[in-house]
Each structure stands twice: as C-alpha cells, then as structure tokens.
C-alpha cells in the first residue's frame, strides 16, 4: 500500500523559505511521476510542481518558476520542495502526489493516483 506523509510546513513572513517532504512507502520510485499541488479555501487544487522519478525532469507552474524547486532522493523515497521568496499567495495545503509517467506531462490532479493528506504553509506579509 502507497503512504504519502508530507512535513516541513508552517508560518513563515514573506520573503522567508520553507522546504517540504514528502516521505513514500510502498511506491516503486522506477517510471513514475511524483509532485506538489496547493489548495486555498474557495479554490481549486492546482500543481505547483512535479518530477518524472526515472529522467528528473522538472515542472513548475509559472507562479512559482524561479522561487520554487522541486527535488528528490530516490535513496530516501523522500520527494522535497524548497520554497524561496515567498508570498502571501502561496498560503495553501500542501500535498505530496504520485502516479505514472504521464502525470507530469498533463499535470492534471486527476492523473494521479496516490496522495498524502497534505501540511500547511501560511505566508504572512
């Protein structure tokens, strides 16, 4: 059984950083796809960024392009996002995500088969 624990949220000011994991277990890293998605009260959950688990290859949304980066230790089963220069906007859940290839080249939520329950990140400015 697929387990997501995601950790390292919390009350930053803006301008601050925060880096999160995500532990997995029982998930083959192999050819998969694994990444971060946010949801703020009143919207919809969005892709923040994601990484194919073979390549590396990286994917951000353009909100956080420059500021956010995606990484992992397949060593670890441990998925992170370094947050930098962070904005009031970014104040969501945070959720740790994994599923096949092609997760990441639609980034669409739906795509992806396993998720953590999410942590908290509030930005205040």
């Known amino acids: 059984q697929v387990q997501l624990v995601e950790s390292g949220g919390g009350s930053v000011q803006a301008g601050g950083s925060l880096r999160l994991s995500c532990a997995a277990s029982?998930?083959?890293?192999?050819?998969?796809?694994m990444g971060w998605f946010r949801q703020s009260p009143g919207k919809e959950r969005e892709g923040v960024a994601a990484?194919?688990?073979?390549?590396?290859?990286?994917y951000y949304a353009d909100s956080v392009k420059g500021r956010f980066t995606i990484s992992q230790d397949n060593a670890k089963n441990t998925l992170y996002l370094q947050m930098n220069s962070l904005k009031p906007e970014d104040t969501a859940m945070y959720y740790c995500?994994?599923?096949?290839?092609?997760?990441?080249?639609?980034?669409?939520?739906?795509?992806?088969?396993?998720w953590g329950r999410g942590t908290q990140v509030t930005v205040s400015s």
């Open positions: 990484i194919t688990t073979g390549g590396g290859t990286t």
């Open positions: 995500a994994a599923g096949l290839a092609f997760a990441c080249y639609s980034g669409s939520s739906t795509d992806f088969r396993y």
């Open positions: 029982g998930y083959t890293y192999g050819t998969g796809c």
